[in-house]
């Protein structure tokens, strides 16, 4: 079965260094997202991405975040200058189509740690 | 967004089905039901969706009254494995997923 993937499971960096989290979404699929889980509390949703576009993101996803699809197979999230407060697993999903009987598939996290 | 309100936790044993109840009283006419599961440091894993009536999948079942407004995931002869915490989203089958806070089911020998 085809899955996302995601690298680096794991990343500790220091408070305001850049960090690039790297995903694989599923290769026919059109839409992509990033979601965080902050440990103990609820996946939020950070941001999806079409067409090489945004097409919506949350109060979270300020000027601090950015996402690119590099190529035609990675999709990543860089955070600018990390914060204590970054500190989360984060989870990319993808998804074949944006409504109808769709669902999104996670990929299994990188958790970030920020020292 | 249709609110939803689940328990925050369940206790079961291995073999036992196990029944998840939703109450999701302002659901709206265009709003599916779906069901993620998560296991411990993994992402979320989409189990069943739903409009109305009843559904069934290799995994679980997810039976929803005439009036929409609760849905009950059923989870059959559950393993010790099936342990993990159980979203109800309830919505429009959007590009965005709102997680509450689940149920966490825990499954003992």
């Known amino acids: 079965e085809p899955e996302v993937t995601q690298t680096p499971s794991h990343q500790v960096t220091q408070m305001g260094q850049e960090v690039i989290l790297r995903c694989v979404p599923i290769s026919n699929h059109l839409y992509f997202y990033w979601y965080r889980q902050i440990l103990g509390q609820k996946v939020e949703f950070l941001v999806s991405?079409?067409?090489?576009?945004?097409?919506?993101k949350s109060e979270i996803f300020d000027d601090q975040f950015s996402v690119e699809r590099p190529d035609g197979s990675n999709f990543t999230l860089k955070i600018r200058s990390t914060k204590l407060e970054d500190s989360a697993m984060y989870f990319c999903a993808s998804s074949e189509w944006r409504r109808g009987q769709e669902t999104q598939y996670f990929g299994p996290g990188t958790r970030l740690l920020v020292l | 967004l249709a609110k939803t309100t689940q328990p925050i936790s369940m206790d079961s044993y291995e073999g036992q089905e196990v029944n998840i109840t939703c109450s999701h009283n302002?659901?709206?006419?265009?709003?599916?039901i779906t069901w993620y599961q998560q296991f411990p440091s993994q992402g979320p894993r989409f189990i069943i969706q739903?409009?109305?009536t009843k559904v069934t999948n290799e995994v679980a079942s997810l039976f929803i009254p005439a009036d929409r407004k609760s849905s009950t995931l059923s989870l059959p002869r559950v393993s010790l494995s099936d342990t993990a915490v159980y979203y109800c989203?309830?919505?429009?089958?959007?590009?965005?997923?709102?997680f509450g806070a689940g149920t966490t089911v825990t499954v003992r020998a």
């Open positions: 739903g409009y109305k």
């Open positions: 302002n659901i709206a006419t265009n709003d599916y």
């Open positions: 991405f079409y067409n090489n576009e945004i097409s919506e």
């Open positions: 989203l309830v919505g429009e089958p959007d590009y965005k997923l709102s």
